[in-house]
């Protein structure tokens, strides 16, 4: 019986077996992935061009999430603004109503109506997305402003012992629009330093900086609450001085939305931005992906093929070692 002839070829086949299982296994991955399981040995070490390839994939990545992030956050801000631009022009045109039929039940309705109109502008100043407040600035954790019947009692306070419209003008002028005053500290609850920039490619950036303190803001709430208050029992205030609050509180709404519009034309300009900068991202991010698979990718059918015959060979294998183990038994028993 030659034993060290039979070791030497049970070696051989283990030796083969590994390197066929190896092969195997190398081949299902890159038929799963698409690409080389080895790239330094595919690329003869030279893998200073994968390296950058794949530098640059992540930058568009990062790109990606940002651009999405600035589309999500501008969208819905526009939707915001909106509304309140759509409200305003509404209530306006309800609040001229009130020369025509100056009575007590009048009064009382448009102020209402201007007090809903209020609390829905607060509302949409203060909304948030995924937890975060969108015109808070840097205090995304925190409302931008309080609620409206916060603002209501602050106001009420403010206006005490006005009885004529010029005298609410100027208590309500001293509130929201003083530096110091009573919007400033205790109305907007946001940061005053706006979101850093959201870098969305190597040249463009977005910085999304509406935030609850804007002038334009400022000048509707004022608007809004100056009718809501017009027929506020604590104030006391005639006729005529409601009629002309009303009245005033119309127009100053009618004025501010030409501020509205521009900040939404804005909006609207960085929105086209955004999508523009998107666009030309992915489509450099479908440029360098082809580039990589080229350069690393792997031919599928040949691949595939490759991967049939090496199987065929490990059964081959398979099938010689257990005949080669029966022909030793043989040899043994003998």
Same mark, same amino acid.
């Given at each position: 019986?030659? &034993?060290?002839?039979d070791l030497a070829r049970t070696l051989v086949l283990r030796t083969h077996?590994?390197?066929?299982?190896?092969?195997?296994?190398?081949?299902?991955?890159?038929?799963?992935?698409?690409?080389?399981?080895?790239?330094?040995?595919?690329?003869?070490?030279?893998?200073?061009?994968?390296?950058?390839?794949?530098?640059?994939?992540? %930058?568009?990545?990062?790109?990606?999430?940002? *651009?999405?992030?600035?589309?999500?956050l501008t969208a819905t801000m526009q939707t915001t603004l909106e509304e309140i631009q759509t409200r305003s022009e509404q209530l306006s045109q309800v609040l001229l109503a009130v020369e025509l039929t100056p009575n007590d039940e009048m009064f009382r309705t448009l102020s209402t109506e201007a007090g809903n109109a209020l609390s829905h502008m607060l509302n949409?100043?203060?909304?948030?997305?995924?937890?975060?407040?969108?015109?808070?600035?840097?205090?995304?954790?925190?409302?931008?402003?309080?609620?409206?019947?916060?603002?209501i009692a602050e106001l009420q306070t403010a206006l005490a012992g006005s009885t004529t419209a010029a005298e609410v003008e100027t208590a309500l002028d001293g509130w929201f629009d003083a530096p110091g005053g009573g919007f400033e500290t205790?109305?907007?609850?946001?940061?005053? *330093?706006?979101?850093?920039?959201?870098?969305?490619?190597? *040249?463009?950036?977005?910085?999304? #900086?509406?935030?609850?303190?804007?002038e334009v803001f400022r000048d509707v709430m004022k608007a809004m609450a100056k009718a809501a208050?017009?027929? #506020?029992? &604590?104030?006391?205030?005639?006729?005529?001085?409601?009629? #002309?609050?009303?009245?005033?509180a119309a127009l100053d709404l009618q004025t501010a939305m030409a501020s509205m519009v521009e900040l939404r034309a804005g909006l609207g300009t960085l929105e086209q931005r955004i999508e523009e900068?998107?666009?030309?991202?992915?489509?450099?991010?479908?440029?360098?992906?082809?580039?990589?698979?080229?350069?690393?990718?792997?031919?599928?059918?040949?691949?595939?093929?490759?991967?049939?015959?090496?199987?065929? %060979?490990?059964?081959s294998l398979y099938a010689i070692t257990v005949r080669s183990s029966r022909m030793s038994l043989v040899e043994f028993l003998r």
């Open positions: 019986m030659d &034993t060290v002839g077996q590994t390197r066929l299982n190896r092969d195997l296994d190398q081949l299902g991955t890159e038929i799963a992935t698409g690409f080389v399981r080895d790239p330094v040995s595919h690329l003869g070490g030279d893998v200073s061009s994968l390296v950058s390839i794949d530098r640059r994939l992540a %930058q568009l990545e990062t790109y990606r999430v940002n *651009t999405g992030e600035a589309a999500f949409g100043l203060n909304r948030s997305v995924a937890g975060r407040f969108l015109f808070s600035g840097t205090a995304t954790d925190t409302p931008a402003v309080i609620e409206s019947e916060a603002m205790d109305g907007y609850l946001g940061s005053t *330093t706006s979101l850093a920039p959201l870098e969305l490619s190597a *040249t463009e950036s977005a910085g999304v #900086d509406i935030r609850g303190d804007d208050l017009a027929s #506020d029992d &604590t104030l006391t205030l005639s006729g005529a001085v409601k009629v #002309d609050l009303i009245s005033s900068t998107t666009a030309r991202n992915a489509a450099e991010r479908t440029a360098t992906s082809i580039a990589r698979l080229d350069l690393v990718g792997t031919d599928q059918f040949e691949t595939a093929t490759r991967y049939e015959n090496t199987r065929a %060979q490990l059964e």
